[in-house]
Structures are given as structure tokens and as C-alpha cells.
């Protein structure tokens, strides 16, 4: 059971390249969620999805695509990096019974 | 809309007992929580509270929640070097059926040996 997992762990992107950040889990958990993490600013969410085949826009969704084509798996797409996307994106995921989100180990993209 | 402070650094030493404090804006949060978060590491959930609790106890750990005055605090008892992090205090608001959370910046504890 490995939990929420990230891949890939860190990326470097040019300017206006694109990329994709899978994120997998093997809780069955219907809910997902994808954040970035800025020095002083906390956690925002970017997207999210309430189950297989739907996705929402969190806070600061401008920039970034999403995917929920399978329940195990979430991907955000950055269709062209831009140096304000370099971020630590963690993706987490929540049981409709549960309390409780649980965090993935993040990714780290540097955009240059 | 919903909005979580907490102060960004506290500095304790080995064995006193640290208070991390928070508060949020939303006065119908089901849930309140604290996370957890090491360097280069994910976010750990570390417990949550019900708002209809007063204060919820788990081994070294005690959570307050003033409901009237929307503060909600984590002690942390006998405060070890392996308590250092950046600590997350977090409300699930009210109606959110996307079960979103309202993150604050953190906390970042050191613990001075």
C-alpha cells in the first residue's frame, strides 16, 4: 500500500515548455486535489476532482490543466511553464467517510 | 472568503512546552486541523478536532478551540529536536462538498537543544 505517490519527484523546465505531474493512489479515495506550496504563502489549491471524470478549479487554477481520467490517478498539465509556476506541487486525496486529506511526497519544478 | 493565520516562527527549548496558534474566519468549519510538514517532505496530518470540541488530547499533543473567538492552538508537550517543522493549521468550511481545505502559511518551529 503505498499511499499517494508523485511523480516525478524534480523537473526543470525552459520557459514555455509543457509537462505533466502524475499522481497516483491505491486508497480507492474519490476526492484529489493538487496544491502548490510558495515560501510565505501556504498551501493554495490549483484544481481538484470530486471523482472519476470531473475537475473543479481551486484558487489559482490560471496556467495549469487537469485530469482525472481514471479514480487512481490525477495529472496536472502545464501546457507552457512559466518561471511563476516554479513551485513544490503536492497532490493529496480524501475519502468521502474520512476526515482527512493525506499528502503526497511532492515535486519540485524549477522553471527558467 | 475564508482566511487562516497563524505567525510564521516560534523557538522553543528541548523539553518546555510549545503553543502554535491559529485563526480562521469561517465560523461554521466542520473540522479544524493540524498538519505536520518536515523539510523536503509532504504534509503529515497530526489531528484535527470536531468544532463542536472543546479540546481534543493525543499523547503529547493537545488541541484548544475557542469556537466564540475562531482561535484554535496546538500544544506540543516536552518539545523534542524531532518536533522541528513547519506546523499547518487548516478548517474544512461549511457547505464545502468538495471537502476543500483553507490552509495558513505555517508555522516553523525550532526547537533550540
Known amino acids: 500500500n503505498a499511499g499517494v505517490t508523485q511523480t516525478p519527484k524534480f523537473r526543470v523546465l525552459k520557459t514555455g515548455q509543457s509537462m505533466t505531474l502524475l499522481c497516483a493512489q491505491d486508497?480507492?479515495?474519490?476526492?484529489m486535489y493538487w496544491y502548490r506550496q510558495d515560501p510565505g504563502m501556504g498551501l493554495r489549491l490549483i484544481h481538484y476532482?470530486?471523482?472519476?471524470?470531473?475537475?473543479a478549479k481551486g484558487e489559482v487554477p490560471d496556467g495549469y490543466n487537469v485530469s482525472r481520467l481514471k479514480k487512481q490517478n490525477f495529472l496536472l498539465g502545464l501546457e507552457s511553464a512559466a518561471p511563476s509556476q516554479t513551485s513544490v506541487y503536492f497532490c493529496?486525496?480524501?475519502?468521502?467517510?474520512?476526515?482527512?486529506?493525506?499528502f503526497g511526497p511532492g515535486t519540485r519544478l524549477l522553471v527558467l | 472568503g475564508e482566511d487562516v493565520e497563524q505567525s510564521l516562527f516560534l523557538s522553543v527549548r528541548e523539553g518546555d512546552s510549545s503553543v502554535i496558534n491559529c485563526t480562521y474566519t469561517?465560523?461554521?468549519?466542520?473540522?479544524l486541523y493540524w498538519y505536520k510538514q518536515e523539510p523536503g517532505a509532504g504534509l503529515q496530518l497530526l489531528t484535527y478536532?470536531?468544532?463542536?470540541?472543546d479540546m481534543k488530547q493525543d499523547q503529547r499533543l493537545t488541541v484548544l478551540l475557542n469556537k466564540k473567538d475562531k482561535h484554535l492552538s496546538l500544544r506540543i508537550a516536552d518539545t523534542q529536536t524531532g518536533d522541528s517543522a513547519i506546523y499547518f493549521c487548516?478548517?474544512?468550511?461549511?457547505?464545502?462538498?468538495?471537502?476543500?481545505?483553507?490552509f495558513g502559511k505555517g508555522t516553523k518551529l525550532s526547537v533550540i537543544p
Open positions: 486508497m480507492n479515495h474519490e476526492y
Open positions: 478536532i470536531f468544532s463542536n470540541m
Open positions: 487548516a478548517e474544512s468550511p461549511s457547505g464545502a462538498g468538495s471537502y476543500q481545505l483553507t
Open positions: 493529496a486525496t480524501l475519502a468521502v467517510n474520512q476526515e482527512t486529506q493525506y
Open positions: 476532482s470530486v471523482g472519476e471524470g470531473t475537475t
Open positions: 469561517d465560523s461554521s468549519s466542520t473540522y
